[in-house]
């Protein structure tokens, strides 16, 4: 990239000015500075989004099946006349 070292008349400081970069000749280099930045933040973004998708999946797939397992295990009791609807739904209702 030859950002890097201080014989390196291309090597540009922080700070320096539009006109000081276009006569060193540095335009490719800070274009490859910016782009690499700029691409590393959008990767960085990615993952980030990537993460928030997958807790959402595991949360959303975690609220479904706390509404619906107990009554799976409570439905034989109630079928099998054991358990009254008032008893069954106070047994879904303890799993909430």
Same mark, same amino acid.
């Given at each position: #990239? ?5 014989? =390196? ?25 910016? =782009? ?8 960085? !973004?990615?993952?980030?989004? =990537? ?6 999946? %595991?949360? !959303? ?7 619906? %397992?107990? %009554? ?17 739904? #106070?047994? %879904?209702?303890?799993?909430?």
């Amino acid at each position: #990239m030859g950002l890097a070292g201080p014989g =390196n008349p291309r090597a540009l400081a922080r700070g320096e000015s539009a006109k000081e970069i276009a006569l060193l000749g540095g335009e490719l280099d800070e274009r490859r500075s910016i =782009n690499g930045t700029i691409t590393h933040v959008i990767g960085l !973004s990615r993952q980030l989004a =990537n993460g928030c998708g997958e807790t959402d999946w %595991v949360t !959303s797939g975690y609220g479904s099946l706390a509404l619906i %397992v107990p %009554v799976l295990v409570a439905l034989p009791g109630y079928l099998l006349a054991d358990l009254s609807l008032r008893a069954l739904i #106070m047994v %879904v209702g303890a799993f909430n």
